[in-house]
Every structure is written in C-alpha cells, then in structure tokens.
C-alpha cells in the first residue's frame, strides 16, 4: 500500500515552461488536493477534487489547472510557469473523514 | 469564513519537559479540529482530530490535544518532549457539515518545535 505519490519529486523550469505534477493514490479516497507550501505561509489550497471527474478552486488558483479522469489520480498542470511558482508542492487525500494524506511533496523552482 | 492561528512561529523546549504547541480556531459552526507533524523534506502526516466527544483527545506518538470551545482553542500537549518530536506542526479546522456539501480545510502557518537535548 503505497499511499499517496508523487511524481517528480524534483524539476527546474525555465519561466515561460510547461508541466504537469502527477499525484496518485491507492486507498480509494473520494477528495484530493494540491497545496503548495511557501515559508512563513503555511499550506495554500490551489485546486481540489471531491470526486472523478470534478475540480474546483482553491485559495491560490491562478496559474494552475488540474485534471481528475480517474479517481486514483489528480494531475496539477503549470501551462506557463512564472519565478512565483517557485514553491513545494504537495497533493493530499482523503475520505469522509477529511482525515488527509500526504505526499512526499514535489520541489519546484523556476528560474 | 473559517480561520486558524499559530501565535508561536517557534517552540523551544528541553527534552523530558511537557510540551505546548498552541492554536486557536474561528468557524461558523461546532468544528472539525486537526493536528499534522511536517518532519524536514516530507510531506504532512496525520496526528490527532477531535470530531465530538471527549474535549482530550489522544493521537500517534504520544501526543494529545485539548478542544476547548469556550477559548476556541486546540492545543497540542505532550507530558514528555523527545529530541525526535522537533518538527514542524500545523494545526487545521474545517466547519461541521450542517447541510451537505463540501467544506474545505484551512491549516494554520505552522509552529516549528526545537526539542532541545
């Protein structure tokens, strides 16, 4: 039971770049999340899902688009990443309980 | 809308001494309370929830944390701080469903804890 993942664990984009931040998770969770984590900010919502095929905004959604075809994965997209994306990325699931799970988090800087 | 606060940026405190890690909660509701250790380059791990019940409730690794609604606070306490416990805590609440639908979790900033040996 691998719990939840992430894929890569770390990437340098050049401003301007495109990538997509896989999460996958095997414990059958109906939500999902992506954060980012920024020093002294804590953990911000960017975008969540509470079921296949649904999405919604979180608190920090500009710049970012997400996808969820299955419910195993959640896939957080930068079409155009700018140096203020430069951040720790972590995807998050859970059930009914909102008991969330972590990922090891995905280490982006943009330059 | 719903709030946390860690007034603490850090905690210090020398091992074998009880711990506090402080959070105060604003909702429109009864909440859903949370507490998640961050060890360095890893992502958050689950500690303790309080949902309804007995206000000390008990969680991995020793831990516990008071629900007082009074003071709107969710305290994390340990009677006996180890080395290992220095890590980052974030404390979280999300509103108690009154009428369906989904209702986000927000986490407070986070308070580093230094257990000092």
């Known amino acids: 039971n691998a719990g939840v993942t992430q894929t890569p664990k770390f990437r340098v984009l050049k401003t301007g770049q495109s990538m997509t931040l896989l999460c996958a998770q095997d414990m059958n969770h109906e939500y999902m999340y992506w954060y980012r984590q920024d020093p002294g900010m804590g953990l911000r919502l960017i975008h969540y899902?509470?079921?296949?095929?649904?999405?919604a905004k979180g608190e920090v959604p500009d710049g970012y688009n997400v996808s969820r075809l299955k419910k195993q994965n959640f896939l957080l997209g930068l079409e155009s990443a700018a140096p203020s994306q430069t951040s720790v990325y972590f995807c998050a699931s859970a059930d009914f309980s909102y008991e969330q799970y972590f990922g090891p988090g995905t280490r982006l800087t943009v330059t | 809308a719903q709030s946390v606060a860690q007034p603490e940026d850090q905690v210090n405190v020398a091992e074998g001494n009880p711990l506090t890690v402080k959070c105060t909660y604003s909702?429109?509701?009864?909440?859903?309370l949370f507490w998640y250790v961050q060890y360095p380059n890893r992502g958050l791990q689950f500690l303790l929830k309080?949902?309804?019940?007995?206000?000390l409730v008990k969680g991995s690794y020793g831990f516990e944390a008071e629900f007082n609604k009074s003071q709107t606070s969710f305290h994390l306490k340990k009677p006996s701080a180890l080395v290992s416990d220095s890590a980052l805590y974030f404390c979280a609440v999300r509103d108690r469903p009154h009428s369906g639908g989904y209702l986000k979790v927000t986490f407070g900033i986070g308070t580093k804890l230094q257990v000092i040996p």
């Open positions: 909702v429109s509701g009864n909440p859903y």
């Open positions: 309080y949902i309804t019940g007995d206000n």
């Open positions: 899902s509470v079921g296949e095929g649904t999405t």
